[in-house]
């Protein structure tokens, strides 16, 4: 017996979920002309609320989405966000109730996987999320950085909601297709994007290379600062969203950037941890790491279609043994090999739990670096290396897309 119930909220209940989630994160109300475009990110069925002596005290939502993972193909995907429990009711078992209803009705909609952002890292482990992608944020001193190379395509600034039709057709052409990108879902556009430009200075500039095809996009803003050399409050560019079909229009993109004038210091976060921009530099060490931490929490939803869904590389077998309290019905052992995945009544070699699985998942840590740090059971040592080598990628994932 619960103090509070769990149910799916209707579109009547969403601004009241809103408004609980921002004041969750300290945030007053969204104001009328936000709401417009954050209640079209609204989902029927996707939103779940706690409720307690008539009153909504928690909530969590998800985005429908597709998931790129390693080798290829596209798995059903829910970006799950604005989750939230009233600071009167934390600590009380509301999360928990409300994430087992959530994780149960996404398995059961067909979604194989789940993913999210995480305020705290303490909070997900529990329910099977596990870090899978990585990303960056970087900070280039302009003047310091020389380019080494020019353009050799052209790049435009295309205003407006020309610019944002642009990008957004380009974006969904490159993504999902790295392993760890994700699809992103109509409402994300208007609430990121347009909403956003209405209210900051956004710019769009579009590439295109020879053959006169638009070929990537960089999305970003301006941040006056002081002009001059008294730089204690640079004249920032922020990259925002870099998307290009191949390197040449990936370095024509940087380099506008680079050659906006005025600019003290060109930033950008969530950039995929192997990008090569320091190469594009005549002096590398303009360009600093300022950050590198967690990207995507994976939630493996139907661990044995998600385990069939990607490809492994050539290597001995390896069986694995995972443990799933929140959705038990994934617990067991898999066969995994080059040629797939078999559920089968075998001892397994290395026993994890479900988290732990996500996080070798998109191939961004291996078995063995989670062994060493006493993540997982090792039955037998020699499975380490099968169990690497199949999961081995040749990438980085990365999923690029902030919710
Ligand atoms: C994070 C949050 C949703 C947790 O809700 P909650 O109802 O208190 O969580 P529960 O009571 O179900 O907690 C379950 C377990 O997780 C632990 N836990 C939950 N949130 C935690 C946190 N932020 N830090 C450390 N531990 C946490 C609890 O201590 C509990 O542990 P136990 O089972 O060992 O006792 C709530 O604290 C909140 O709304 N925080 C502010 C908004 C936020 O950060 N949202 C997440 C956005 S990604």
Known sequence: MTDHDIRVLDDSQYRTAHTLFRGTLHHTPAPDDQWKFVQESYYPGRAIG????????????????????????????AAVSRVGVRADWTRRGVLSALQRAQLRALRSAGDVAATLRASETAIYGRYGYGVATRHRFVRIDRRQAAPRTRPVGRVRLVEGEAGERIAHGLFE?????????????????????????????????VRSGASGDDDG?????????????????????????????DAEAWADLWLFVLGVDLVAEVAAYGRPVDEPVQWLLGDRRACRIAE????????????????????????????????????????GSYRVSADGVTRVDEAPELV???????????????????????????????????????????????SGTYF
Not at 307 to 328: F, I, K, N, Q
């Open 292 to 331: 590198e931490v967690d990207e995507t929490w994976l939630r493996l939803l139907d661990v044995p279609a998600a385990l069939s869904a990607r490809t492994y590389r050539h290597a001995e077998p390896v069986v694995l043994g995972v443990r799933d309290a929140y959705l038990p019905e994934n617990s």
């Open 173 to 205: 052409e490159l993504s999902p297709v790295r392993a760890g990108t994700i699809s992103r879902w109509p409402a994300w556009w208007g609430l990121s994007i347009r909403r956003v430009a209405a209210e900051e200075n956004i710019k769009i500039a």
């Open 50 to 77: 706690a409720f307690a002596d008539g009153e909504m005290v928690g909530t969590v939502q998800s985005f429908p989405s597709q998931l790129a993972v390693p080798g290829g193909a596209v798995v059903p995907h």
């Open 217 to 245: 996009y960089v999305v970003f803003k301006v941040v006056p600062g002081e002009h001059g050399s008294g730089d204690h409050k640079p004249t920032t560019l922020m990259v925002m969203d870099l998307w290009a079909r």
């Open 352 to 398: 994890l739990d479900v988290d732990v699985l996500a996080s070798t998942y998109l191939g961004d840590v291996s078995f063995s670096t989670l062994a060493a740090t006493r993540r997982l059971d090792v039955v037998d040592p020699t499975a380490l290396v099968r169990a690497d080598a199949l999961f081995e990628v040749s990438e980085p994932p990365w």
